[in-house]
């Protein structure tokens, strides 16, 4: 397994990527590759071995013109705000590509000695897109998977990314592409049809005009279920969920769990908070927000950017609203252990899940796992989340119209026991079936096959 985030055992999983691939290796096994976490202060390079149960992990460090130049340059500034739909925000930097190209090269080259000759390999999201190609280079014949854990656009947007050809038809050399939703893969389709000039076969096979065939599909990622749900009916016997409980003194609960990301859609959700407390006065009092927002990629400016603009909306809101024994929104920017979140989510009456766009979202899967079967809360979603082909029972909603959250947020909490009950049961039930296990064979068994 190969992702530029590694969950090391002793850290908190803050990401969804991390979350889902501690997940899918814990039972089964293998070796898991990818960046420290570090930025050293030689060249990078240098692989940190360690073993955790079934899994090892090897680990490198990176430069800090390498992490400057691939992780917040070509990584997070050009490729992330384009497949999140944003190419106002996209930056066309050659420096930044060329460390990208740098970075893979060296992820390859430091891969191929943990490459035995019959392994899968499984290549996750969008700063290593090339690395199969490189790994052809150097000889690896071996079946290599690729998972991309964002949305893809239309190729009349992909085709913003500079140089996307030389980039995107390396994803030919892949032996299978993974996505969460159809709509995804018909983008991918899309891409390689009429941009590379590629044609599909009866068999479903994409087929390049060099002749090399992959299979892209959608395999939808989930959590691990039945874990969540425990922690969560262990709740109580933290005291940190013991104290949120009482200084609630009986108000219902929103919350929000979400990296400090302008994909999130945070100041949209502040405001459709807010305006629920100004179209409900009777609400004053009786309902409190928990936004969790740990900081995230704060070495790029527009997520410095959004962390000012979130302080000063939060202490804009609390100002108006607020009185001497009532604050509308406690805003948190510390990451907490799931085994933490999962009572948070349990404590709130309802999830507020906003995203302007999301390859899956795990917070939403995790909030509806942790839920009381005999009082559950409920799920208010964006429609532009991954999550929400398959959460059909959630409350769906335009996270940029707030008028439309606001109205969700009035029907969530005076929702009957009964709905809330109905429509728990029927997104538990997906939640069962295609956990992170489901997601993990399903992916290994077609790229095996
Ligand atoms: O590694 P970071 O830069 O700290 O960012 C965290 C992760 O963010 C993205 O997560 C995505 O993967 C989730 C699991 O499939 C999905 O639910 C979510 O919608 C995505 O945003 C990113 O794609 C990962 O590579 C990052 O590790
Ligand atoms: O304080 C926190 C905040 C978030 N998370 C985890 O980070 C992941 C976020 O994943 P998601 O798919 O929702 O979005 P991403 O951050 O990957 O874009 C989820 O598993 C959360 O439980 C966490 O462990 N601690």
Do not use: C
Request: overall charge negative; aromatic content about 8%; hydrophobic content about 40%.
């Amino acid at each position: 397994m190969v992702s530029n985030r590694v969950a090391l055992p002793d850290q908190t999983a803050t990401g969804g990527l991390a979350s889902a691939m501690r997940a899918a290796l814990q039972e089964r096994g293998g070796v898991w590759f990818g960046w420290s976490g570090k930025v050293a202060r030689q060249a990078g390079g240098e692989v940190h071995r360690q073993t955790d149960g079934q899994v090892e992990y090897a680990t490198m460090d990176l430069s800090r013109t390498d992490h400057d130049d691939f992780y917040d340059g070509f990584a997070n500034r050009t490729l992330w705000p384009l497949l999140h739909y944003r190419p106002d925000l996209v930056d066309y930097d050659r420096k930044h590509l060329a460390g990208y190209l740098r970075v893979n090269n060296l992820f390859a080259e430091q891969l191929i000695s943990l490459i035995g000759p019959n392994d899968l390999v499984w290549i996750n999201d969008y700063h290593l897109i090339p690395l199969a190609a490189m790994l052809r280079e150097r000889g690896v014949r071996n079946r290599i998977g690729f998972f991309l854990h964002t949305p893809l656009p239309a190729a009349s947007l992909l085709i913003a990314l500079p140089r996307h050809l030389e980039l995107l038809e390396t994803l030919a050399s892949y032996d299978l592409v993974g996505l969460h939703t159809p709509r995804d893969q018909r983008a991918l389709q899309e891409y390689f049809l009429y941009e590379v000039g590629a044609t599909m076969r009866r068999d479903g096979r994409i087929r390049t005009p060099e002749g090399r065939n992959f299979r892209a599909e959608v395999f939808p990622i989930g959590i691990d279920t039945a874990a969540v749900a425990e922690w969560a009916s262990h709740a109580d016997e933290h005291e940190e969920i013991h104290d949120l409980r009482q200084s609630l003194e009986g108000r219902a609960l929103i919350i929000g769990v979400d990296r400090l990301d302008y994909s999130k859609g945070l100041p949209e959700r502040f405001h459709a908070y807010a305006r629920l407390l100004e179209r409900s006065p009777q609400l004053h009092r009786k309902v409190s927000f928990l936004q969790i927002a740990p900081t995230s990629r704060g070495g790029v400016p527009e997520y410095r950017q959004i962390r000012r603009e979130l302080e000063r909306m939060a202490g804009h809101i609390n100002g108006e609203y607020a009185a001497p024994d009532w604050v509308p929104i406690r805003y948190v920017n510390n990451s907490y252990p799931h085994s933490l979140l999962s009572g948070y989510y349990r404590s709130a009456r309802v999830g507020l899940v906003t995203p302007l766009r999301d390859g899956m979202n795990l917070v939403a899967k995790e909030y509806v796992a942790s839920q009381d079967p005999e009082d559950p809360g409920v799920l208010v979603l964006s429609r532009f989340a991954g999550a929400a082909q398959e959460l059909r029972d959630a409350l769906l909603v335009n996270p940029a119209d707030t008028e439309e959250v606001a109205e969700a947020l009035g029907i969530a909490l005076e929702m009957s026991l009964h709905e809330r009950r109905v429509r728990w049961r029927r997104m538990m039930d997906v939640l069962e079936k295609q956990d992170v296990t489901a997601w993990r064979n399903a992916f290994l068994r077609r790229l095996a096959e």
